[in-house]
């Protein structure tokens, strides 16, 4: 994404190009930015060469699905719908793992018969169910045990999963009770395990209190676990001044840890993959002005984006139309729904724009639009695909008439 002449472009392509043939607001995806996440990734963890199983909760288009499965990735799904929408993009099972706290009987039967390649437990009764099915099958089913290692991600508070007041994973006790309860059952087969302690983490600090537990875990446990999953959670830099994640120390500290456990590694990245390569477009609807800040109302709302309004995260927002004129007052960037919350940005001085002018909202591409709602009756946006001078919709814009 940049400015030729004034104008921004994602690739090839114009924004204003973009709001005329599609309409906002529309999520825009860029491509190349998506397989260049994929090859960087990959190319930083080179050394330990893990399997790589995209989090499809960040972005379950189905043309997105697709393309991180033509770059090699595998899936992590949360959910039958999801397991699903991976299978439909061609996603090779022995390449999906599933996860999550509360998985149903029938996710579970249906996780079984599409032999993927594990299933993270969280819970002794989660196992317990597993193995009845496994028994009714006359099979024995591959599963990962979730570990929470009470590490603080240094996040926001409600995107930690990784201390010990969250819902996920196992306390050490409770691990190592599951361990020598069920390392020798006929029904399952303990070959990982599993740890996540959060999400949109920049600091590499996490990580190391993250792997230190693990390590001392798995000497307690004196278990041989043919995966180690550490889950995801890359940070992106929501903002210019904001930290980002260092691959390569990241790599350090887990060769270190290889040395001295025998086991492949498999990451679970989602935002890292797909956060920046994602735009949501839109228009200026009013400019309302007061004698503190001018409301700058578009037609994007919450329901579109719910992310400032569920975390408080903070997304840019720049012009299609680049002007030398500033102005020195508040912009408070907010959507048209009925409530307080429905607002994205605040800054304290922004260039001239006008009512009917194109914005850009960044770094959308992960936890956007599968978080996207019907609220106030408002029909969900298009999504977009834009390859080089090539612009094509991916979902259509909802019908309002079909949702009545």
Not at 239 to 262: G, M, P, T
């Amino acid at each position: 994404m940049k400015y030729k002449k004034g104008h921004l472009y994602i690739e090839k392509v114009s924004a204003d190009r973009i709001a005329r043939q599609f309409g906002t607001p529309s999520y825009v995806y860029s491509y190349n930015k998506i397989k260049n996440n994929i090859i960087n990734f990959k190319k930083n963890f080179k050394s330990i060469n893990p399997l790589i199983c995209f989090s499809v909760k960040s972005n379950s288009n189905l043309k997105i699905l697709s393309l991180v499965n033509k770059f090699g990735l595998g899936a992590d799904v949360v959910s039958k719908g999801e397991l699903l929408k991976a299978l439909k993009a061609k996603i090779k099972p022995e390449k999906i793992v599933f996860s999550g706290v509360g998985k149903t009987i029938d996710e579970l039967k249906f996780a079984v018969s599409k032999k993927i390649l594990l299933i993270n437990a969280e819970s002794e009764n989660e196992i317990i169910e597993i193995e009845k099915i496994a028994k009714k099958n006359k099979k024995k089913i591959n599963i990962g045990i979730r570990f929470n290692p009470d590490t603080d991600a240094k996040t926001l508070n409600k995107i930690s999963t990784g201390k010990k007041g969250n819902k996920f994973g196992l306390t050490t006790k409770n691990f190592l009770e599951l361990i020598k309860k069920y390392k020798n059952s006929r029904f399952v087969n303990i070959i990982c395990l599993s740890v996540h302690i959060g999400s949109q983490i920049t600091s590499n600090a996490p990580y190391n209190n993250m792997i230190r537990a693990v390590n001392k875990i798995i000497q307690l446990s004196k278990y041989n676990f043919k995966f180690i999953d550490l889950g995801g959670g890359m940070g992106i830099q929501y903002e210019k001044s904001s930290n980002k994640l260092n691959y390569l120390k990241y790599n350090k500290i887990i060769n270190s840890f290889l040395k001295r456990n025998n086991s492949k590694i498999i990451f679970e990245p989602g935002r890292s993959i797909v956060g920046d390569a994602g735009y949501l477009i839109s228009k200026i609807t009013y400019i309302k002005k007061t004698n503190s800040k001018n409301f700058v109302i578009i037609d994007a709302a919450m329901n579109d984006l719910i992310r400032p309004a569920l975390y408080g995260a903070k997304h840019r927002i720049i012009p299609s139309k680049l002007s030398r004129k500033k102005i020195s007052k508040k912009h408070e960037f907010v959507g048209p729904i009925c409530e307080t919350t429905d607002k994205f940005l605040t800054v304290n001085r922004y260039q001239k724009i006008n009512q009917k002018d194109i914005i850009i909202i960044c770094d959308v591409g992960a936890y956007g639009m599968v978080l996207s709602s019907n609220y106030n009756l408002r029909p969900k946006p298009a999504e977009i695909l834009v390859n080089k001078n090539s612009a094509k919709i991916i979902t259509k814009r909802q019908n309002l008439n079909k949702i009545i």
